[in-house]
């Protein structure tokens, strides 16, 4: 007899099952709301880190063509043309029979 008593109250405590009232319901669907606008606020996040990413990548590759160019120039060494290109463009050289118009505002 005091198996069957054993025996009755660990089956009720095994049948036994733990349900959130209106409360409990209420609190776990509050978490799971704000669990949902963390993962929408961090994929805005890696969103953004992905255009930055993109925009400094273009600028990275901007910077090696200029560098390329650079490089260039530098192997190339120092030839009569581009010692005129660079006395027109920075120092304003005229040739001989050459006209410069300035158009300002």
Not at 10 to 38: E, Y
Not at 91 to 104: M, R
Request: proline share 3%.
């Amino acid at each position: 007899m005091a198996k069957r008593k054993k025996a009755q109250k660990s089956a009720k405590k095994r049948k036994q099952v733990l349900r959130p009232g209106f409360f409990g319901t209420l609190l776990i669907l509050a978490l799971l709301t704000a669990a949902g606008l963390q993962l929408y606020a961090l994929n805005l996040q890696v969103s953004d880190a992905q255009a930055q990413r993109d925009a400094l990548a273009a600028q990275v590759d901007a910077m090696r063509q200029k560098n390329d160019a650079l490089s260039a120039d530098i192997d190339e060494g120092c030839t009569p043309e581009k010692m005129k290109e660079i006395a027109r463009r920075e120092l304003g050289l005229v040739l001989p029979g050459e006209y410069v118009f300035n158009v300002g505002s």
